[in-house]
C-alpha cells in the first residue's frame, strides 16, 4: 500500500494548498502596521473598528445583504417553479430548456457582464437594486433549480396522486406534501443562491454606479486603488459570512440523504 | 366490438343498449382532451422570461452590437483578426487556461483517485476538503494571494534568505495568475473526475495484472483509457471557465500581458469601443461552444455541473 | 357527515345525457352504478391502452380488475380515479359525471402499491390529512382517527412515522387513511404487491372484512389470481386493453368464456381439435383421432375444451370401459407430486401437449413414463373457441 501513502501524502499537500493560503488573510486583517507586509506586525482591530465605523463600507455590507437577500427569495421562488415544472412536462427539447436554464453556470461571465452593462445602460437600471438583483438572479437560478431538482427526485410521485384522492388540490399538496419534502434541497438551494449572489463580483463590477456597490465590489475599488489594509478585515468578515451560510446548506443537504435513506 | 360480457346484473336489455352505443363509436362519445397538461409549463415561465431577458438577451444585443457598432458589418472582427495585439492576448489566454487545465488534471487524478479508494467517511472528508474552497470568494482568495506572492511578500522572503535569489515576479506575472487560477479551479477538475473514477470497477486492474501487465501498463491501457469521460469534463469546465476569468488576472497578471477579459473590459470601458468589445465577447462565446461540442460529444453522460449541488 | 364533494349539477348531467340519445334506461343504469364506464378508450398516441372499455360497478361491490401486465387494468382504475383522463367515452360515479372532476373532487379512496403514505407525517397525522381538507373539527377527527386505526388493528401507532413501520403495517394505516373519511369508493392498485405471501393472505382476510363492515364499493386491481379468487365479489379479467370476461370468481372458473380466462384462472387442460358435429346441444370434437363431447355449441371450425383438473381422474390402461357421459384419452404421466390434500399430475397429451390432473382420493403412485387413461364427466369439459394463444404468462 504505497501507493495509497503516497497518494495521501500528496492529497495532504493539495489540501494545504488549497486552504492555508487563503487564511493569511485573517492574521492581515489584525495587523497593526498599515501595510500588507506578511507577517503582520502586532495585533490589534483598528481595521475592523474602521470597517464598522466607516459609513461607505457599512453601505456596501448593507446593500450586499440587501441584494443577497432579494436575489435569494427571488431565485428560490423562480427555481422552484421551474424545477416543479420541469419535472412534470414531457416534450422534445425539454433538454434544451433544461440546459437553458443551466448555461449562465457555464458561460464566461465577462460576456454576461458587458451584455448586461450595454442592456442596463439603456433601461437605466446600473446600480439599482432591480438591476442587481436580476443580473445575480439570472447567475443563482441554475443552482436553485439543481439542487430542487435532485430533492424531487427522491419524492414519489404517488404520494402527490394520494393526496389528491384524499382531497388535497394542487396548492394545497404543494404546501403540505411537495415542499416539505423538498425542503432541504429548497434550503441548500437558496443557501447558495444567497452565497452565489454575496460573492458575486464581475457582473457587480460592471452594473455599479457610486450609489450602490456591492461589498465586493467595494473590495476590489478598494485593492485597485488604494493599500487600505481594511478589505484584509472585510475579507474576513465576508469569508466567514460565506462559510456559515455554506456549513448549513451543507447541514440541510446531510439530512436530505437522510430522510430518502 | 370491444368486450364480450358485461355483468351479471339480472336485467341485461339496458347494458345491451350500452354495448351496442359502444359499438357505434364516434358520434355518440366525445373526445375529451387530456386536461391541465399545459399547467406545468406555467411554471416555467417565470424562470424563462428572466433568463431570456436578462441573459440571453444581454448575449444578444452583445452579438449585435458586435456587428452594428459603429456601423452595420463585420469591420470589429475584421480588426479581432488582424489586430497581433490581439492575437497575442488571445494566444496567451488560451495557453494560461490551456495550461491550467494541465495542472489541475495532474493534481486532480491522484486525489480523485484516492477518492475511490478510502473508506466512506475518509472520502466524504476528501469532498469537504475540495468544496471548501468554493465557499469562499474568488475575491477573497486572490487577495490572499497577492499578500503571498508580492515582492515583500513571505515567499518572496524565504527565497531570499534560504537560496539568496529573488525577488522572483509572482506577481503581476502569468506565473501568478495560473497559480491563482489553478487554486480556484481545481474542484472543478476533481469533483467530475471523481464521479467518473467511481463507476470504474476496481476489480479491472488486478485482472490487467492476472493478464500480465505490468502495474503501470495496466493503468495505461485500461484504466486511463476508461476515465477518459471524466477527464473530458473536467478538462473541459476548467477551460472554459478559466477563459472568462477577470477578477484573477486584473489582480494578479501584469497590465502589460493582459487576457481577453481584460481586453474587453479596457476596449468598451476605457475606450468605449463597445465593437471591439463585443466581437471579443462573441469570440469567447463561440470558442466557449465550440470547445464544448467538440468535447461534449467525446464525454456523453458526465455532467458538466457535477458538484454544484451539496 | 359526508361531505359531498361531487357536486356537478344534475341537471347539466341529464341534459347531457339526453344529447347523447340515451334512452331512459341506460340513464337509469348510469345512475344506480357504483361506477358507470361507457365505451371508455385511453390512447396514447395511436396505441390504445384501454380500448373500447365499457363496466358496471354496483354500489357496495367488491370489483377486482384481473390481468398480466399491460392488459389496461391500471390506467382503468387510473381513469376512475382521475389521474388519467380518457380519451373517449364516458365514465360515471354514483351516477356524477367525473370526466371534467380534478381527482381530488372525485371523493374517492385510493391505497397504493408502495403505500404512499407521507414520511414526513405520523401515521395520526396522515389519517388527519383527509379530514383537514374536509374542515372537521379537531375533536371529531380524533375519534374518527381512533375508528379508523382500531378498524385497521393499529390502535397503538399513531404517533409512530411511517418509516418505522413494517410494510404491512404500512398498508393498513393506508387503508385506514383512505377509509377515515368514509368515500363510497375505495381504489386499491396492488397493495399487496410488495409483501410475504403469509401477510398478504392475512390481510386479504382483513380487506374482506374491512369492506363487509364500510359498505363502500372497493376496485381492486391485481395480476394474482388467486388473489382475486379469494377476495372480489366479482371479477373483469383486462387483456390487451379489453375485457374479456365479467363475472363472479366461480363463473369465471367454471365457465370461462375465453381461452384466455380459463388459462389465465386456475389451472386448466385445453384440447384443440376440429368438430365432428354438433347434436342437441352437445358438440363432438375430434381430438388426436378421439372422439371427444362437450356441451354447448360453437360456430367456430377451431374448438378447444378447457377441463379443470379437480375434474379429471387417471386410470390405468385397459381398466375402463367407454360411456356417453364419460370422455376418455390416452395419456403419459410425465410427472406427479403429492400436494398433501391431493396429487397433482402432469401427463403428455395425445397431441403432445401437458395437461394436468388433480385426484384428490389417490392413493396410487402414478410413476413418470406409464401409461395412462384420463377421464372426465362430459358436462365438466367446457367447449371455447381456440384463439390460438398458447400459455398465458401468471406473473
Redesign the interface.
Given at each position: 500500500m504505497t501507493l495509497k501513502r503516497a497518494l495521501s501524502a500528496l492529497a495532504v499537500l493539495t489540501v494545504l494548498w488549497l486552504l492555508l493560503p487563503t487564511l493569511v488573510i485573517i492574521p492581515m486583517s489584525f495587523n497593526s502596521a498599515a501595510s500588507f507586509n506578511f507577517p503582520p506586525q502586532g495585533f490589534s482591530l483598528q481595521w475592523y473598528a474602521n470597517f464598522f465605523t466607516d459609513p461607505s463600507w457599512m453601505r456596501a455590507l448593507g446593500s450586499s445583504l440587501q441584494v443577497a437577500l432579494i436575489t435569494m427569495v427571488v431565485a428560490t421562488a423562480l427555481g422552484i417553479m421551474a424545477a416543479i415544472g420541469l419535472s412534470k412536462v414531457r416534450f422534445r427539447g425539454k433538454s434544451l430548456l433544461e440546459n437553458f436554464f443551466l448555461t449562465p453556470l457555464i458561460v464566461p461571465g465577462i460576456v454576461i457582464a458587458i451584455g448586461l452593462y450595454s442592456l442596463f445602460l439603456r433601461f437605466n437600471l446600473l446600480g439599482t437594486l432591480p438591476g442587481f438583483v436580476l443580473a445575480h438572479t439570472v447567475v443563482a437560478l441554475p443552482l436553485v433549480i439543481i439542487n430542487v431538482t435532485a430533492s424531487l427526485q427522491g419524492v414519489d410521485p404517488r404520494l402527490e396522486q394520494a393526496s389528491a384522492t384524499l382531497g388535497a388540490g394542487r396548492l394545497r399538496t404543494f404546501f403540505s406534501i411537495t415542499l416539505p419534502l423538498i425542503m432541504p434541497g429548497v434550503t441548500a438551494g437558496a443557501l447558495f443562491a444567497f452565497v452565489t449572489s454575496f460573492d458575486e463580483i464581475i457582473l457587480s463590477l460592471f452594473i455599479q454606479s457610486p450609489q450602490l456597490q456591492t461589498l465586493p465590489v467595494k473590495i476590489y475599488n478598494s485593492v485597485t486603488q488604494a493599500s487600505d489594509p481594511t478589505v484584509a478585515a472585510v475579507a474576513v468578515v465576508a469569508m466567514f459570512t460565506s462559510v456559515i451560510v455554506m456549513l448549513t446548506a451543507q447541514f440541510a443537504t446531510r439530512k436530505r440523504k437522510r430522510v430518502s435513506a | 366490438?370491444?368486450?364480450?360480457?358485461?355483468?351479471?346484473?339480472s336485467d341485461l336489455?339496458?347494458?345491451r343498449?350500452?354495448?351496442k352505443?359502444?359499438a357505434a363509436?364516434?358520434n355518440?362519445?366525445?373526445?375529451?382532451?387530456?386536461?391541465?397538461n399545459w399547467?406545468?409549463?406555467?411554471?416555467?415561465i417565470?424562470?424563462?422570461i428572466?433568463?431570456s431577458?436578462?441573459?440571453?438577451?444581454?448575449?444578444?444585443?452583445?452579438f449585435i452590437?458586435s456587428i452594428t457598432d459603429p456601423s452595420l458589418g463585420i469591420q470589429n472582427y475584421v480588426w479581432l483578426f488582424t489586430t497581433p495585439t490581439n492575437m497575442v492576448v488571445a494566444g496567451r489566454t488560451f495557453g494560461t487556461s490551456f495550461l491550467v487545465t494541465i495542472v489541475c488534471l495532474l493534481?486532480a487524478y491522484?486525489?480523485a483517485?484516492?477518492m475511490t479508494?478510502?473508506s466512506d467517511r475518509t472520502r466524504n472528508m476528501?469532498q469537504?476538503?475540495?468544496?471548501?474552497?468554493?465557499?469562499?470568494?474568488?475575491?477573497?482568495?486572490t487577495?490572499?494571494?497577492?499578500?503571498?506572492l508580492?515582492d515583500?511578500?513571505?515567499i518572496n522572503g524565504l527565497l531570499e534568505s534560504v537560496f539568496g535569489i529573488g525577488p522572483l515576479p509572482l506577481i503581476r506575472s502569468t506565473f501568478g495568475v495560473a497559480l491563482g487560477m489553478t487554486?480556484v479551479l481545481?474542484p472543478f477538475m476533481v469533483l467530475p473526475l471523481y464521479s467518473a473514477l467511481a463507476k470504474i470497477d476496481k476489480r479491472l486492474l488486478p485482472a490487467a495484472a492476472n493478464l500480465g501487465a505490468r502495474p503501470v501498463t495496466a493503468f495505461f491501457t485500461v484504466y486511463l483509457p476508461l476515465s477518459r469521460p471524466g477527464i473530458f469534463a473536467g478538462s473541459v469546465?476548467v477551460f472554459?471557465?478559466g477563459?472568462?476569468f477577470?477578477?484573477i488576472p486584473?489582480?494578479l497578471g501584469s497590465s502589460k500581458e493582459i487576457m481577453m477579459?481584460a481586453l474587453?473590459?479596457q476596449q468598451?470601458s476605457g475606450f468605449l469601443m463597445?465593437g471591439h468589445?463585443?466581437a471579443l465577447?462573441?469570440f469567447?462565446?463561440t470558442t466557449?461552444i465550440v470547445v464544448?461540442a467538440l468535447v461534449g460529444r467525446a464525454s456523453k453522460g458526465t455532467s458538466?455541473?457535477a458538484g454544484?449541488?451539496? | 357527515m359526508r361531505p359531498d364533494s361531487i357536486d356537478a349539477a344534475p341537471d347539466i348531467h341529464e341534459q347531457e345525457l339526453r344529447q347523447l340519445n340515451l334512452n331512459t334506461q341506460i340513464i337509469g343504469v348510469i345512475n344506480d352504478a357504483g361506477i358507470s364506464l361507457r365505451a371508455v378508450t385511453k390512447r396514447y398516441g395511436k396505441k390504445a391502452v384501454v380500448d373500447d372499455i365499457s363496466l358496471v360497478i354496483e354500489p357496495g361491490e367488491f370489483m377486482t380488475f384481473l390481468g398480466p401486465s399491460g392488459s389496461g387494468k391500471t390506467t382503468t382504475l387510473n381513469m376512475i380515479a382521475g389521474f388519467v383522463s380518457a380519451t373517449e367515452g364516458l365514465l360515471h360515479i354514483y351516477g356524477k359525471p367525473v370526466a371534467k372532476l380534478p381527482a381530488h373532487k372525485r371523493d374517492i379512496g385510493m391505497v397504493f402499491q408502495n403505500y404512499a403514505l407521507f414520511p414526513h407525517k405520523t401515521v395520526a397525522e396522515n389519517i388527519a390529512y383527509p379530514l383537514d381538507r374536509r374542515k372537521i373539527s379537531r375533536s371529531e377527527q380524533k375519534t374518527m382517527i381512533a375508528g379508523a386505526l382500531q378498524m385497521v388493528r393499529m390502535g397503538e401507532f399513531g404517533d409512530r412515522y411511517p418509516t418505522e413501520l413494517s410494510g404491512g403495517q404500512q398498508q393498513r394505516v393506508a387503508l385506514a387513511r383512505a377509509l377515515v373519511y368514509q368515500p363510497r369508493v375505495l381504489l386499491m392498485d396492488e397493495p399487496l404487491g410488495a409483501l410475504d405471501k403469509k401477510l398478504r393472505e392475512w390481510l386479504q382476510k382483513e380487506i374482506k372484512r374491512i369492506h363487509r363492515e364500510v359498505g363502500s364499493t372497493f376496485v381492486y386491481v391485481t395480476h394474482d389470481q388467486e388473489e382475486a379468487l379469494s377476495l372480489s365479489d366479482r371479477i373483469a379479467v383486462f387483456n390487451n386493453g379489453r375485457i374479456e370476461q365479467v363475472g363472479s370468481p366461480a363463473e369465471l372458473y367454471q365457465r370461462p368464456a375465453t381461452l384466455f380466462v380459463g388459462r389465465f384462472l386456475g389451472e386448466s387442460t385445453v384440447l384443440s381439435g376440429s368438430r365432428v358435429d354438433s347434436l342437441h346441444g352437445t358438440t363432438t370434437l375430434n381430438i388426436s383421432g378421439h372422439d371427444i363431447r362437450v356441451p354447448g355449441e360453437q360456430d367456430s371450425t377451431s374448438l378447444a375444451i378447457l377441463i379443470r383438473p379437480e375434474n379429471i381422474t387417471l386410470h390405468d390402461e385397459g381398466t375402463v370401459t367407454d360411456s356417453t357421459r364419460i370422455n376418455s384419452l390416452p395419456v403419459i404421466v410425465l410427472d406427479s407430486s403429492y400436494l398433501g390434500s391431493a396429487w397433482r399430475c402432469e401427463v403428455q397429451l395425445p397431441d403432445g401437449s401437458v395437461g394436468t390432473v388433480r385426484e384428490a382420493h389417490s392413493t396410487i403412485v402414478r410413476e413418470p413414463g406409464t401409461r395412462a387413461v384420463m377421464r372426465w364427466n362430459v358436462d365438466s369439459g367446457v367447449l371455447l373457441v381456440d384463439t390460438g394463444e398458447a400459455g398465458v404468462s401468471l406473473t
Open positions: - | 366490438m370491444g368486450y364480450r360480457e358485461l355483468t351479471g346484473m336489455s339496458p347494458i343498449e350500452l354495448n352505443l359502444s363509436g364516434g355518440t362519445t366525445r373526445p375529451t382532451r387530456e386536461p391541465r399547467r406545468p409549463f406555467l411554471l416555467l417565470p424562470a424563462f428572466i433568463v431577458f436578462f441573459f440571453l438577451a444581454p448575449l444578444i444585443d452583445v452590437r493534481i491522484p486525489y483517485y484516492l479508494i478510502v476528501l469537504l476538503f475540495i468544496m471548501l474552497p468554493l465557499w469562499t470568494s474568488i475575491l477573497v482568495r487577495l490572499a494571494w497577492m499578500v503571498l508580492q515583500t511578500g513571505p487554486q481545481l469546465t472554459i471557465l477563459l472568462g477577470y477578477i486584473a489582480l477579459s474587453m473590459y468598451i463597445w468589445g463585443t465577447g462573441i469567447m462565446l466557449t464544448l458538466l455541473f454544484r449541488t451539496k | -
